[in-house]
């Protein structure tokens, strides 16, 4: 039984060893142009589910989904989310394009068909590894459930200014700049 249990620690060891010299010598892919390794995405796919579902908001919602929500919605979409995600009219950008996990293209990829609690975590939190951000230092929960709410809506359930602005984005100005945040600690500066 000794040598078995010496054999398992002495294979942990060597596992351990092994992941450790491939991390500090650049062998773990770090590029987001480059390919996936061996089971990332499934890795990736089975732990987002699986937060999603254990820590997504669950209805009833807070807050309206009057037509004024829902244009404010469109605004902050075209303002946050249109760089990567598009809009009726627009491809892929050089940001999406470069991204390694191709953002999901709202007008052309099946996204509204996520429940509501489960894109306000995705948009409140973001999604590691995918340069998906987390909205939640940026924008505040009634700003996130109106993106929410608006894409749940887009593109084909929209009416009067939130259909305008989905049509035509730029007439939406640009993002007021957010104040500097003091650096966090071990940032630096």
């Known amino acids: 039984m000794r040598?078995?249990?010496v054999g398992v620690i002495a294979a942990v060891v060597v596992i351990v060893g092994a992941l450790v010299a491939a991390i500090e010598t650049g062998r773990v892919p770090a590029r987001a142009d480059g390919p996936l390794m061996?089971?990332?995405r499934w890795a990736a796919n089975t732990a987002l589910k699986a937060a999603i579902a254990r820590e997504e908001p669950q209805p009833p919602y807070p807050f309206t989904q009057t037509d004024a929500d829902i244009a404010q919605g469109a605004r902050l979409y075209v303002q946050n989310c249109a760089v990567c995600h598009g809009t009726a009219n627009t491809t892929p950008n050089a940001i999406a394009r470069g991204m390694g996990v191709r953002?999901?293209?709202f007008a052309t990829d099946d996204?509204?068909?996520d429940p509501e609690g489960e894109t306000y975590w995705k948009v409140e939190h973001g999604i590691r590894f995918t340069g998906m951000p987390a909205f939640s230092p940026a924008l505040d929960e009634k700003s996130i459930w109106q993106i929410t709410y608006f894409m749940k809506r887009a593109p084909d359930h929209l009416t009067g200014e939130a259909q305008s602005i989905?049509?035509?984005?730029s007439q939406v100005p640009p993002p007021t700049p957010m104040p500097s945040l003091p650096p966090k600690p071990g940032q630096g500066k």
């Open 38 to 40: 061996f089971g990332e």
């Open 111 to 113: 996204v509204m068909d």
């Open 103 to 105: 953002p999901p293209q």
């Open 166 to 169: 989905w049509e035509n984005p």
């Open 3 to 5: 040598a078995f249990l």
